[in-house]
C-alpha cells in the first residue's frame, strides 16, 4: 500500500521555525516527485514547494526565502523547514505524490503561528 505521513507540525510564535517530515512507504519510489500543500480554514488548498528528483524546486512565491524543501536520499522522506513563520503561514500542511494516474495525499499536519 502506498501511502504519505506528514509529521513535525505544531504551534509556534512569529518569526519561529518549524522543520515538517514527509515519510512515504509502499510502492512509492525513492525519487519520486513530492509536494507540500497547506490549507488555512475557509480557503482553497495551495500549493507550498515541490520538489522531482534531486534538486528540480519550486516554491510559491509567498514562501520564498523563508521555506526550504529537501529530501533524504537514503531514505524516502521529504522535509520542509520553515523559517521567520508568519501568522499567515498557519494552515494544515499536507505532502502529495504522484502514482500512476493518481496522487496519493498525506493526512496533513497542523502548523499554528501564534503569540
Known amino acids: 500500500q502506498a501511502q504519505v505521513v506528514e509529521s513535525g507540525g505544531g504551534l509556534v510564535q512569529p518569526g519561529g521555525s518549524l522543520r515538517l517530515s514527509c515519510a512515504a512507504s509502499?510502492?512509492?519510489?525513492?525519487?519520486?516527485?513530492m509536494s507540500w500543500y497547506r490549507q488555512a480554514p475557509g480557503k482553497q488548498r495551495e500549493f507550498v514547494a515541490g520538489i522531482a528528483g534531486i534538486s528540480e524546486i519550486r516554491y510559491a512565491d509567498s514562501v520564498k526565502g523563508r521555506f526550504t524543501i529537501s529530501r533524504d536520499r537514503s531514505k524516502n522522506v521529504v522535509y520542509l523547514q520553515m523559517n521567520n513563520l508568519k501568522f499567515q503561514d498557519a494552515a494544515v500542511y499536507y505532502c502529495k505524490t504522484p502514482l500512476g494516474v493518481s496522487d496519493v495525499w498525506g493526512q496533513g499536519t497542523q502548523v499554528t503561528v501564534s503569540s
Open positions: 509502499g510502492r512509492i519510489p525513492r525519487f519520486n516527485a
